[in-house]
């Protein structure tokens, strides 16, 4: 039998990645997002990917150059931990940094392979291992602390997301 992810592919997040032109991602069949909330120079954006075998939830944040500058990604439970954690390696090398505390893990990229972004990945295990979020985010705006904040921040805070 095959895992419920056994179809997705990190590709399907590159239009996403740091450093891509929102108005390129808005030419998509993906579209603009939903305007989910704008803090200075910053515009945080909704999106609700949906195919055939998953269904998530992934945030992107714009800066006023209209460069996307990190995303996070709720991905679904029904993924299997081992299977999207192997993709990550095999496509990124292997982490810089691992924490574990109880069940949950974060993985942590801090340069990967051809990357200008630094990526973090949760997953938690339960009866099964699943993936928690991805989110990358980048490494020229986590230089400029005094205005960024990462989506990964603002939601650790607990006081954008209310799913």
Not at 24 to 46: A, H, P
Request: proline share 4%.
């Amino acid at each position: 039998m095959d895992p419920p992810n056994y179809n997705f592919s990190l590709d399907g997040l590159k239009p996403f990645y740091p450093g891509q032109k929102y108005a390129d991602l808005s030419k998509t069949k993906l579209g603009k997002g939903e305007l989910y909330t704008q803090n200075g120079k910053y515009i945080v954006y909704k999106y609700k990917i949906t195919r055939t075998r998953y269904k998530f939830t992934l945030f992107i944040q714009v800066n006023k150059e209209d460069e996307i500058v990190d995303f996070y990604a709720l991905l679904p439970s029904y993924f299997l931990h081992d299977v999207f954690h192997q993709s990550l390696i095999n496509r990124f090398g292997k982490q810089n940094t691992y924490k574990k505390n109880e069940g949950n893990a974060v993985y942590i990229w801090n340069k990967p392979k051809n990357l200008t972004s630094k990526i973090i990945y949760s997953g938690t295990c339960t009866v099964t291992c699943f993936p928690l979020f991805i989110s990358f985010v980048s490494l020229k705006e986590l230089k400029n602390q005094k205005s960024f904040k990462s989506i990964l921040d603002v939601a650790s805070a607990g006081s954008l997301f209310n799913l």
